[in-house]
């Protein structure tokens, strides 16, 4: 009788819960655009390579590619692996109005943050909502805590990553470019290599892991030579483009620095454009997951294990972030852009190049990282190439904060609106 009931909650709210689900999650995906834009375009920006209209237009675009191609294995994550999906077999609603109340709180925290420029975590806020929710709905034992604990590992290992990453490529920059004797002839002649660098890293794991979401399944050896293809584009696109720059290669050395900044402006479109790249796989999920889940319950009147994204539902939520990123995105920009350190082309490079690694491969292995956390790590092991000077721990030290306050935060109003679904349809 208890399981007819439960089956009877549902089939009477389908309609009104499927909407739900449908605006929240895109009022998710609205705030992740919004939030989040910041560590896909700051650093871009913040260089001066292009101007925050061009990084709107460029992160647009990419963000929705990422989102449609490569989302759906961290979707996957997000929809069922925080919660144990077998605990909720038998009151399948408590987990639509678990899920529903995660897009919410999560939604609510991000426009709240965006709302004062702080560039909050909205893995942190959706994994801290589903997990208030599931707390609240069947206590400890509908966590997954084994995964859970994969995941908050992986909060703290991604800035690290990062930050080393970025600090390898300022140092290779460095040593092949900066302290050589013709520093405008290396930038030509090594431009190219770190352009492709991008293409192959960013394609290798699109094509091995994303496109199986879209029935696009190459094998190894397709999707390698693929990946060299599109990178050996871009490194020929580099070096025109490059080639389009008049510099006097007789001028003083200071001008020769300053000549390189501006043969890394143009590598700064694509690695601008690899980073929204990255974003748009990974943090789709965010939203997409949850409002999955929801929709497959009322379809199916179960819990079932296997997925419930679809390539459709990606494409919406790629169009939720591409909104919140062309609204208020520019209220968080400047954050990650300006305030953490100093960035010029060259340094903007290294730590979105990083940062864009880290992330697209994190997103071929299904784990929702931050990218907040990324980013940060990248631009900060940028900074300490410099010195701890460089860097603005003031401003290292609010953000860091922000992401300890997001998790308990996300999970109290997750709680609080789940019982609050429970009272009005139950």
Known sequence: MAERRNMEIIEQHQTILLVMALVFGLYMTWGIGANDVANAMGTSVGSGAISIRQAIVLAAIMELCGAYLAGGKVADTISKGILNGGRFESTPE??????IGALLAAGIWLMLASMRGWPVSATHAI?????GAGLAA?????VQWGMLGEIVASWFVSPVLGGLVSLVLTLSIRRLILNRADPIGQARKWGPMYAFLVGWIVSLITVSKGLKHVDLDLGVVDGQVLSILIGLLLAVVAWLMMRRIKLDDCADRAFHYASVERLFIPQMVF??????????SNDVANGIGPMAEVIQIIETRAVLAESAVTPFML??????????LATYGYKVIATLGYKITALTPTR?????VAASFVTVAASGLGLPVSTTH????????VGIVRGIGALDLRVIGGIVLSWFITVPVAALLGALIFHLLRVVFS
């Open 127 to 131: 994994v801290g909502a589903v997990c």
């Open 348 to 352: 903007a490079y290294c730590a979105t």
């Open 138 to 142: 069947l206590g400890v034992d509908a």
């Open 94 to 99: 408590l987990l639509v109005f678990g899920m």
């Open 315 to 324: 494409f919406i939520g790629g169009a939720g972030l591409v909104a919140g």
């Open 271 to 280: 690695t601008g454009a690899a980073m929204a790249f990255a974003h748009g």
């Open 374 to 381: 990324i980013a940060v790590g990248a631009v900060m092991g």
